[in-house]
């Protein structure tokens, strides 16, 4: 009996001893897991050291620098939708005339015969100058153009070239506050980043802006794609749509690099196409106003 006693106060102290240093490591372990510990403090010190020393890291707020963001609040209230408004069909022009005309009728007696887009490039003295594409306002009887807040003015044609796909009209109204600017269209590359903004679909859905890149900066498009001659073409993956013609094609910094124009929605072979739209060079548009 003596003997197991004494074996008994042999191994005591070195248990409470072992129970002890686990319960000491279990609470350095835990105190130095806690966010203001010496160990965390010196993990964070280590982390932001390198080869050129300590960074110091300042505690600053986020500010969202969203080029997207930024390139269409320069332009949006620029691009507005035209509408090419035809006279009204009535029963002397037979059955057929209604069925080739859209029902939208206006209070003036004529209605929408099709929508499309323009860009505000100057405006002087209580009126605007709007481009367009030809075709938005071929054989119109009149044009009604829709501002970004809903507002509505007539237009006038100024001048037109249908070989080039282009129109400047005229606007007089006081409405209209901001003016586009046109980039230099020699300095689009391949596969810089491009927002479309125009009205896909009509003045529903103004100011309606895609994302892409620029697929090819010159793309050559022979007469019998173009059904009219032989051009060179901004090619974009940006989303356009039937409606956005006229619209505005701009860079990062908001500037029109381009009028959008066109799509090919299906090659020769009846392939379904996609992502395939071109706009035509904002050089292009500038000599075509100067001219």
């Given at each position: 009996m003596?003997?197991?006693?004494?074996?008994?106060?042999?191994k005591?102290?070195p248990?409470?001893?072992?129970?002890?240093?686990?319960?000491?490591?279990?609470?350095?372990?835990?105190?130095?897991?806690?966010?203001n510990s010496?160990?965390?403090?010196?993990?964070?010190?280590?982390t932001?050291?390198?080869a050129?020393?300590?960074a110091?890291?300042?505690?600053?707020?986020?500010?969202?620098?969203?080029?997207?963001?930024t390139?269409?609040?320069?332009?949006?209230?620029?691009?507005?939708?035209v509408?090419?408004?035809?006279?009204?069909?009535?029963?002397?022009d037979?059955?057929?005339?209604?069925?080739s005309?859209?029902?939208?009728?206006?209070?003036?007696?004529?209605?929408t015969?099709?929508?499309?887009s323009?860009?505000?490039?100057?405006i002087?003295?209580?009126s605007?100058?709007i481009?367009?594409?030809?075709?938005v306002?071929e054989?119109?009887?009149?044009?009604?153009v829709?501002?970004?807040n809903?507002?509505?003015?007539?237009?006038?044609?100024?001048?037109?070239?249908?070989s080039?796909d282009l129109?400047?009209?005229?606007?007089?109204s006081?409405?209209?506050?901001?003016?586009a600017?046109l980039?230099?269209?020699?300095?689009?590359?391949?596969?810089?980043?491009?927002?479309?903004?125009?009205?896909?679909l009509g003045?529903?859905?103004?100011?309606t802006?895609?994302k892409?890149?620029?697929s090819?900066?010159k793309?050559s498009?022979?007469?019998?794609?173009?059904?009219?001659?032989a051009?060179?073409?901004?090619?974009?993956?940006?989303?356009?749509?039937?409606?956005?013609?006229?619209?505005?094609?701009?860079?990062?910094?908001?500037?029109?690099i381009?009028?959008?124009?066109?799509?090919?929605?299906?090659?020769?072979?009846?392939?379904?196409?996609?992502?395939?739209?071109?706009?035509?060079p904002?050089?292009q548009?500038?000599?075509?106003?100067?001219?």
């Open positions: 003596r003997r197991h006693i004494v074996f008994i106060k042999s005591f102290w248990t409470i001893a072992l129970v002890i240093a686990l319960f000491v490591g279990a609470g350095v372990v835990f105190a130095s897991t806690l966010p010496w160990y965390q403090a010196r993990l964070a010190k280590a932001h050291t390198n050129s020393g300590t110091t890291v300042a505690a600053v707020a986020y500010t969202s620098n969203d080029k997207a963001k390139a269409f609040t320069k332009v949006k209230n620029a691009v507005v939708t509408q090419n408004l035809q006279k009204s069909a009535s029963l002397e037979g059955a057929g005339a209604f069925d005309q859209n029902k939208n009728t206006d209070s003036n007696n004529y209605q015969a099709s929508q499309g323009g860009v505000v490039l100057k002087n003295k209580g605007a100058d481009i367009t594409n030809y075709h306002i054989n119109s009887a009149t044009i009604q829709v501002d970004a809903g507002d509505k003015a007539t237009g006038t044609i100024l001048k037109s070239d249908a080039q129109a400047l009209i005229r606007v007089k006081t409405a209209f506050k901001q003016v600017t980039a230099d269209s020699d300095k689009v590359v391949t596969g810089q980043n491009v927002m479309a903004i125009g009205s896909p003045a529903a859905y103004s100011s802006m895609t892409g890149i620029v090819q900066a793309r498009l022979t007469a019998n794609e173009t059904n009219n001659k051009v060179t073409v901004i090619q974009t993956d940006a989303a356009i749509n039937q409606g956005n013609s006229g619209g505005a094609l701009i860079n990062d910094a908001g500037q029109v381009g009028i959008a124009s066109s799509k090919i929605t299906a090659s020769a072979q009846n392939t379904n196409v996609e992502g395939m739209g071109f706009a035509i904002s050089n548009v500038a000599d075509f106003i100067k001219s």
